[in-house]
């Protein structure tokens, strides 16, 4: 009787091998693209750099394809054109949100700003964000502390003088820190004692970041991701709770102050009537995507200028112009245009989310002529689009002055860059997120020279990447920094 049993099992899947290899059950209304295999469909061809791989079929399939990963069908869209069509034209229909299987706790994707659906909880949370956290009013009272949190990073940085630095770290540990001052109005994290101060929220959101960029086979075979086989998704939550642990104390002491109140996010979420879940979800996402994004684009930044010594020297000549040997402060950025150029050519090489946050169809749409499923994926590639030689001239080169008699921007508008994404599920946090780039990469061209350990030059200076939610430089950058002597700090 086993042996039957088994023999029916064995030529159940022999059956199914053959039936995949003799019928493409893809719709044939769907972009064109690569045959998939069998059981896995296309999922070997995604290698470990996706975005660089798609940009590779895109070449051969055309600006829209269609992959199948496991058994989810996915849209990926290289050009402006279909990019404008997805997150523009049929932005509605394309609002869904694919939340990656880790990620699926209950109570807070019900309330989070990037994963929930576009509901009314979702309205009044980009409504509070729009009017209150990120209006140019609330931006503008609290430059300075940006500001000062950036001349602590300074006076760290001196400290560490001659030594070798990972200056990811640094610039991650030093958004942290302005991230708690703009919620809470306090340090997060101290530099100079990695174990004091709220250091268990620091490694919590490292390890939540960790688990968000590693593999779970259910984002690609559903019917896994009931049972939670591999118990990402209970780790997840056991973080996410470690999380609202650390400020959940932080809210209660917020909660019983009566009389004057800091002036703060923190304030602002509870004076708009948000319960905790929501007031932890968004807390959640600030600082989530606000700090490991912004630390690895800053890092790119830094490391492009390093293998382009004529850039750092325009950049420093700008600086001395406009600022003089003063602090940088956030007001001169409007007028340093060669900074904003800098930052735009970054975001273009190197788009902190290559491939956007994953959309889902609502319903059946077409787009470009082709049919799209109702919850298939659609995945734009931000990093192939700012690679696009159709596009850009010298696309591989960084040359911020393709940008100084341009009006190209990244704030949603202009399809050939855009590194936050477009339409609804723009990233919120756009307007803070251009402040922190241009202000901490002025402030360390501004304050350092630096070189590299045993004697590396600029063009052995490693460039691979690592694909993740952010996509992070590997290996990371080491620099030996030194003070210019020219500056003196100002509070």
């Known amino acids: 009787m086993e042996v039957l049993s088994a023999a029916m099992v064995s030529l159940f899947f022999i059956f199914l091998f053959i039936f995949f290899i003799l019928c493409d059950s893809r719709n044939k209304d769907l972009p064109p693209g690569p045959r998939p295999s069998p059981i896995v469909g296309n999922l070997l061809q995604l290698g470990e750099k996706p975005h660089a791989e798609f940009a590779k079929l895109a070449e051969k399939y055309g600006e829209l394809f269609t992959l199948k990963l496991g058994s ?31 990620f699926r706790v209950y109570e807070h994707v019900l309330n989070s700003i990037v994963w929930s659906e576009c509901n009314e909880n979702w309205k009044l949370l980009r409504k509070v964000c729009r009017t209150e956290l990120f209006s140019p009013k609330m931006i503008e009272s609290q430059a300075y502390i940006r500001e000062a949190k950036a001349l602590d990073m300074v006076r760290f940085l001196r400290k560490k003088e001659n030594q070798e630095v990972k200056i990811v770290e640094v610039v ?3 958004l942290v820190n302005i991230f708690g001052n703009l919620i809470f109005s306090k340090d997060v994290f101290d530099l100079e004692d990695p174990t004091g101060g709220s250091a268990e929220l620091k490694e919590h959101l490292w390890k939540l970041l960790d688990m968000g960029n590693s593999t779970n086979p259910a984002d690609y075979f559903p019917i896994m991701g009931k049972f939670d086989l591999f118990g990402q998704r209970r780790e997840v939550a056991k973080v996410l709770k470690q999380i609202y642990d650390v400020w959940g104390v932080m809210l209660k002491e917020r909660r019983s102050i009566t009389g004057h109140r800091e002036n703060d996010f923190a304030n ?31 890092e790119w930044a830094i490391t492009e200028l390093t293998n382009n010594l004529r850039v750092i020297s325009k950049l420093r000549a700008e600086l001395i112009n406009v600022v003089g040997h003063k602090t940088v402060k956030e007001s001169n950025i409007p007028h340093l245009p060669y900074l904003q150029a800098i930052v735009k050519e970054t975001l273009r090489l190197h788009p902190p989310t290559p491939l956007l946050l994953p959309r889902r169809a609502l319903e059946t749409c077409k787009v470009m002529n082709y049919t799209i499923p109702k ?53 919120p946090g756009l307007p803070l997120a251009s402040q922190f780039l241009s202000l901490i990469v002025a402030t360390l061209v501004q304050n350092f020279d630096w070189s590299f350990p045993q004697g590396m030059t600029p063009n052995e200076v490693p460039m691979d990447e690592k694909f993740g939610l952010p996509l992070q430089k590997d290996p990371p950058l080491l620099i030996v920094l030194k003070a210019r002597t020219s500056m003196k700090l100002q509070d």
């Not at 879940?277 to 490991?292: D, P, R, S």
């Open 268 to 298: 602002v979420l509870l004076n708009a009537g948000l319960d905790d879940q929501k007031i932890n979800a968004l807390l959640m996402e600030l600082f989530g995507a606000g700090t490991e994004t912004t630390a690895s684009t800053i």
């Open 172 to 174: 991650f540990n030093t």
């Open 72 to 102: 989810q069908t996915v849209v990926v869209a290289s050009s402006p054109a279909a990019a404008a069509e997805i997150l523009k034209t049929r932005d509605k229909i394309l609002s869904g949100r694919y939340v990656f299987q880790s």
């Open 375 to 427: 919850e298939c994926q659609i995945m734009v590639n931000a990093w192939a689009i700012g690679r696009d030689p159709k596009t850009w001239d010298d696309p591989l080169t960084f040359k911020p002055e393709r940008f100084m008699n341009s009006t190209v921007d990244y704030k949603g508008n202009d399809f050939e860059l855009i590194p936050f994404g477009g339409g609804r599920r723009i990233c």
